[in-house]
């Protein structure tokens, strides 16, 4: 029998003669199944393709926490448990049932004869090496900090896994099951302790989701086979075949479902085009619930007066974002640029979510929402900062959609309009960018946060715990431990009022600084049916739901 490692290094080797044949007939219909591929299920209507300007990071689930990668993972991969069309709350997937067997052990059972399309057995045993290699690896643009209660897991038996919690009543332990950190994955194919390449991770077939990759181009093409052994809460997908094609300029994506060359784009169109799309009669436009937000984030070794700059003085990097804070006019931004597609945004929880608050908003600018160069120069006099203050300030060109130019044009113009600022405005592609932002590189820069579940939690726990997915240097005891708290507090109340002071507190110390939440929006063909499904309150955007 092959053991494990050496079934690896197989896989390894025949990545790279698999991949580039696959993706030569991405585009094209089939009619049988190719060796490695996946069993077609789903059912007929023929393939759709989707446009989307979203990146790829990695496929591997321990590597990347951004939206592009996760909407790929959604499809492929298997969850102990998710979200069904339509609603925000999680339900078992591939798991039998899912439960508290004590106040610090969650067991899952999972459903019998569960197989990955490679063949492998689907097993607890994938399922505890899952978490054990987030929790080792723990990569810094990974979603590893979304398990900080989690101490160990055990595989009882080939079915029943138990999760060992260090703080009793976890509330968003069975959220986080379904986020980022939540991909179960194939031990045989999957390395413990370093992330999987994609190529090894396509060749593996290491696939049990809806669907399957059979054709992979990084961030130029995807596509997908619907995998009939799924046997999860989203049932089969309705689309047995769908290819997805990355698109570097989006006015490109919009040229294209204008022609008919796409089904789909989704994420992202500029504000002008999608109002110019919602009166073209041969598409529609879906709006969906969205918890998207932006910010900006201040890395607090390296912004001025930072911890590791030649000048640090906590008092006056803390001036210097509060002026920043002072400055930012959310409504200018909002109109201007995104035609009111967003929406101002004064806290950490955006506006729908429980225990929501608008914390910024008194503290900062004329007290209203709108924006006080007086009062910005009078934090910054205080602390004994001169003027103008000299501000590298960095944001994606290629993630956030073709606006960021000009968002951050915008800002840069609001924070230099009254002589306070000097801002050296920089930009660079995201997969750079999602390496460098976490390597000190960055004084501030533009993030934005497309949530993993629809809960307060997710907004606080991997931006303000002390080891942080924003890697940012924020330390703050106090707070730290308010998240702690709120997560294992059982009554509704008393939970909501702990995350609205932990609001409060961060908009004092101003790790970041929230100005925007967005809706989601798809534009679509005439003839697809089943999108306003996928848009929903859970924020994930599934193909499987789609069809023709």
């Known amino acids: 029998m092959t053991s494990v490692r050496t079934r690896r290094r197989l896989v390894a080797t025949a990545a790279g003669l698999t991949v580039g044949a696959l993706a030569l007939t991405a585009c094209a219909s089939k009619d049988d199944t190719s060796d490695g591929a996946s069993d077609g299920g789903g059912g007929g209507g023929g393939a759709l393709t989707i446009g989307t300007t979203d990146k790829v990071t990695t496929l591997d689930p321990a590597g990347s926490y951004d939206n592009g990668s996760f909407a790929v993972m959604n499809q492929v991969f298997p969850f102990l448990l998710n979200t069904p069309y339509g609603s925000p709350d999680v339900e078992p997937d591939i798991a039998e049932s899912a439960e508290f067997t004590a106040p610090t052990e969650y067991t899952v059972k999972l459903k019998p004869g569960l197989k990955w399309a490679n063949g492998h057995d689907l097993t607890s045993s ?43 009543n976890d509330q968003v332990f069975p959220q986080i099951l379904s986020s980022p950190a939540g991909p179960i994955v194939d031990e045989e194919v999957f390395a413990a302790d370093a992330l999987t390449p994609d190529a090894d991770i396509v060749a593996g077939n290491a696939f049990a989701g809806q669907y399957a990759i059979t054709g992979y181009d990084f961030n130029n093409l995807v596509s997908y086979e619907a995998y009939e052994g799924y046997q999860g809460i989203l049932g089969a997908a309705k689309t047995a075949e769908v290819n997805v094609k990355y698109y570097a300029d989006a006015s490109n994506l919009k040229l294209d479902i204008q022609q008919g060359n796409i089904d789909v784009a989704f994420r992202s169109l500029n504000a002008t085009d999608i109002g110019d799309l919602r009166k073209d009669d041969k598409v529609q436009v879906i709006d969906g619930p969205g918890g998207e937000i932006r910010y900006i984030t201040f890395n607090f070794d390296t912004q001025p007066f930072g911890a590791k700059t030649g000048e640090a003085d906590p008092a006056k990097a803390l001036a210097v974002r509060q002026a920043v804070a002072d400055l930012i006019d959310r409504d200018a931004i909002s109109e201007q640029v995104y035609k009111g597609t967003y929406t101002p945004l004064y806290s950490y929880v955006p506006a729908g979510l429980t225990g929501a608050t608008e914390s910024l908003k008194g503290l900062y600018g004329d007290g209203s929402g709108g924006p006080d160069a007086a009062k910005a120069k009078a934090a910054l006099d205080a602390a004994g900062v001169a003027t103008p203050v000299a501000l590298s300030l960095q944001y994606s060109n290629d993630h956030y959609g073709p606006s960021s130019s000009d968002e951050y044009a915008m800002i840069k113009d609001q924070l230099e309009a009254d002589g306070l600022f000097s801002v050296d405005l920089q930009t660079t592609e995201w997969v750079q960018y999602s390496k460098d932002r976490s390597s000190d590189v960055y004084p501030a820069y533009q993030l934005g946060w497309f949530p993993d579940y629809s809960d307060a939690d997710n907004y606080l726990t991997p931006f303000f715990l002390i080891e942080n997915f924003l890697a940012n240097h924020y330390v703050n005891q106090e707070v730290n431990d308010l998240i702690l708290k709120q997560a294992v507090t059982a009554d509704a109340d008393e939970r909501t009022s702990i995350i609205e002071e932990i609001q409060d507190k961060v908009a004092a110390d101003l790790s970041t600084v929230p100005y925007l939440q967005g809706a989601q929006v798809a534009v679509v063909g005439k003839d697809v049916k089943g999108t306003a499904d996928t848009l929903d309150p859970s924020f994930k955007f599934r193909y499987g739901a789609l069809s023709k």
């Open 126 to 168: 994938d399922v505890k090496f899952t978490f054990d290699r987030q929790v080792a690896i723990a990569d810094e643009n990974g979603p590893s900090s979304l398990l900080y209660n989690l101490d160990s897991v055990e595989a009882v038996d080939p079915t029943t896994v138990v999760f060992h919690l260090k703080s009793e």
